[in-house]
């Protein structure tokens, strides 16, 4: 496919990082030379140094040929504008990030009388991440696959679980729960498991259910398997106005702390359902008067990434309240991965995560499979959705005789509106939606998960 990508900070460099290896004929625009260059040379693609609103700038990158147009810009209006262009200059989808609230309740009207194809909002897609995130206190990611039938969740397995020395193939028996264990993180080791496997504490495990099987493994496991009621919330940012309107819908009650007195009063304004306090949340007393001890959930929101996690270092000393940290850099990942500061959650990679997956959803329509893709545990791992094709060589054969590659798992199937979690004796038929993980990178088909020859 023909892509450009207007705007390489965070997103639209990890943009172009996970989808330069995919065969497709990429084109980024910027104004910063020094960023166009560095991606043009590592990442093998066209670099055009300029204003992505500018006719002329988009024509030298491709547009009138282009498939996809992705504006990701600091600036919403800029963004609007490259799409607007794009699309009176070619046939190409469009893609906008437009991150303003004022925008938020205009979005629809937008797009559909500017024929965006899709708006994207990284603080609101970061909102309905933490949303989710609620549901389950005890995962650490929660994703969906199979139309939302099928998730996929991230756990690690504290002292004294019950899951401690337990071998996978004895988890149904044992819990009599539906789920499958299909990667575990053991220190600096990744391993895609057998049934013969057996859990340690500390191991991080990746598993796929159902979401009311997941609910059940959870309360069988002794964890907290509801979603929280109350919130503790420090940061008046983006992400906590979207999120507190949606935990003012579900009737999750919420208390907003901020330090700057006019974003206080504005936020009490726009969010009346909210608790908004006005308060340095860095102040640990502060905390504790508000209710730390007591709330079901710290959410560290702040637009520092220091202060975030600083703020959870501290708060998982005193509670064992469900934790969620907003990391904006996604090199830090690494240097903080050891601290076990709950959830992290970072903005703009799951809106460039979402960005991917629409590229391979239209991708599919032209001979792709790959319906939706996610990273494990720091993309050492990615969990595949394939959409099964008529004359695929998977079809029909029974799981267990399929010459399948190493580190595969074979985990979901989704077949007329239901998702279930495969035995050996179960076929793949065509139609079906099928979750794989696996270790190995560059699947670009289903066929792929067989072995050659």
Do not use: W
């Amino acid at each position: 496919m023909n892509i450009v990508i207007v705007g390489c900070g965070r997103i639209g460099s990890t943009l172009v990082q996970e989808l330069s290896g995919e065969n497709h004929d990429i084109s980024i625009i910027d104004e910063k030379a020094e960023i166009v260059q560095e991606l043009a040379e590592t990442c093998d693609v066209l670099g055009v140094i300029g204003n992505g609103a500018s006719y002329s700038i988009l024509s030298e990158a491709g547009v009138e040929d282009a498939d996809i147009v992705i504006a990701v810009t600091n600036s919403d209006e800029l963004n609007l504008l490259c799409c607007l262009i794009a699309k009176k200059a070619g046939k190409c989808q469009t893609l906008a990030r437009v991150r303003n609230p004022v925008y938020y309740d205009e979005i629809k009207f937008i797009q559909e009388e500017m024929g965006i194809s899709r708006v994207l909002n990284p603080e609101l897609g970061a909102a309905y991440e933490i949303a989710r995130l609620l549901r389950f206190p005890s995962a650490m990611e929660v994703n969906k696959f199979s139309k939302g039938r099928m998730e996929l969740l991230k756990y690690r397995i504290p002292a004294g679980s019950r899951l401690d020395g337990l071998n996978l193939s004895e988890i149904s028996v044992h819990l009599n729960c539906d789920v499958l264990v299909c990667a575990v993180e053991r220190k600096k080791e990744l391993i895609i498991p057998t049934g013969t496997f057996e859990l340690r504490e500390r191991d991080v495990i990746s598993f796929v259910a159902r979401p009311n099987d997941a609910m059940e493994f959870f309360r069988k496991i002794g964890e907290k398997e509801n979603q929280v009621h109350d919130v503790m919330i420090v940061g008046g940012s983006k992400i906590a106005f979207y999120l507190c309107k949606q935990l003012a819908s579900s009737g999750i009650h919420a208390k907003l702390i901020d330090k700057r007195l006019e974003r206080c009063e504005e936020l009490s304004d726009q969010l009346p359902k909210t608790m908004v306090i006005h308060g340095n949340g860095m102040d640990h007393n502060l905390l504790l008067e508000e209710g730390l001890l007591d709330t079901d959930a710290f959410l560290a929101l702040t637009n520092h990434d220091e202060e975030n996690i600083f703020l959870s270092l501290y708060v998982q000393e005193q509670t064992d309240a469900k934790l969620v940290t907003k990391v904006q850099k996604i090199n830090y990942d690494a240097m903080i991965s050891r601290l076990e500061l709950g959830s992290m959650i970072y903005p703009e990679y799951i809106t460039a995560q979402y960005l991917v997956q629409y590229v391979r959803a239209k991708q599919n329509s032209i001979g792709s499979n790959i319906k939706n893709l996610y990273k494990l545990m720091d993309g050492r791992a990615e969990a595949l959705e394939f959409h099964i094709q008529k004359g695929s060589p998977v079809i029909g054969i029974p799981i267990q005789n399929l010459p399948i590659i190493k580190n595969l798992l074979i985990c979901s199937i989704y077949r007329d509106g239901r998702a279930k979690i495969p035995n050996g004796q179960d076929v793949i038929l065509e139609n079906d939606l099928v979750v794989v993980v696996t270790t190995k990178k560059g699947l670009h088909d289903v066929k792929d998960i067989l072995r050659k020859g």
